[in-house]
């Protein structure tokens, strides 16, 4: 089994930010919102999984959960 990721990194860590970001958008093409959500948390399980500790998860959650949504 490979090692777990221990603590969530808060840096700037993704390649290629631009096209992952396109591809996030280009994902919710032609879906309703209820599909749409479906996608993200299907897609947010999935990260979870390869993640793979619970507490790094649930640090992410709070992170996301307290920072203020942009318009």
């Given at each position: 089994?490979?090692?777990?990721?221990?603590?969530?990194?808060r840096?700037?860590?993704?390649?290629?930010?631009?096209d992952?970001?396109?591809q996030?958008?280009?994902?919710?093409?032609g879906?309703?919102?209820?599909?749409?959500?479906?996608?993200?948390?299907?897609?947010?399980?999935?990260?979870?999984?390869?993640?793979?500790?619970?507490?790094?998860?649930?640090?992410?959650?709070e992170?996301?959960?307290?920072?203020?949504?942009?318009?």
């Amino acid at each position: 089994m490979s090692e777990l990721i221990r603590e969530l990194i808060r840096k700037p860590n993704l390649d290629h930010v631009d096209d992952v970001y396109q591809q996030l958008l280009a994902m919710h093409e032609g879906l309703d919102e209820a599909q749409s959500l479906k996608v993200c948390a299907r897609l947010i399980l999935a990260l979870a999984n390869h993640i793979g500790d619970s507490a790094v998860v649930m640090e992410a959650m709070e992170l996301a959960r307290a920072t203020p949504p942009t318009a």
